[in-house]
């Protein structure tokens, strides 16, 4: 099972659909700061590791192939 939004996805979901509608949400919640797909991703990865998931455990939630992929984020959390 996929875990992550892919290109090649049967929903009729672009990637620019889902941008629209991160932005979309952002506005509605007056976040100032730029909100993108990426942006949710990256911050919900930094917080779990913050709040002490394992790598192993974010690696299968984020679908990456390797541990290195993930652990780049125990990099970005004091």
């Known amino acids: 099972m996929e ?36 942006v949710v991703r990256h911050t919900f990865s930094v917080n779990c590791i913050r709040k002490g998931i394992s790598t192993r455990a974010l690696q299968t939630l984020l679908g990456h192939d390797r541990l290195t992929t993930t652990e780049i984020y125990l990099n970005l959390s004091p």
Do not use: L, Q, W, Y
């Not at 009729?12 to 007056?30: F, L, P, S, Y």
């Open 3 to 38: 875990c992550h939004f892919s290109e090649n996805n049967d929903t009729g979901i672009t990637k620019r659909t889902v941008a629209r509608i991160v932005k979309k949400v952002a506005d509605k919640a007056e976040i100032s700061k730029p909100a993108s797909p990426h």
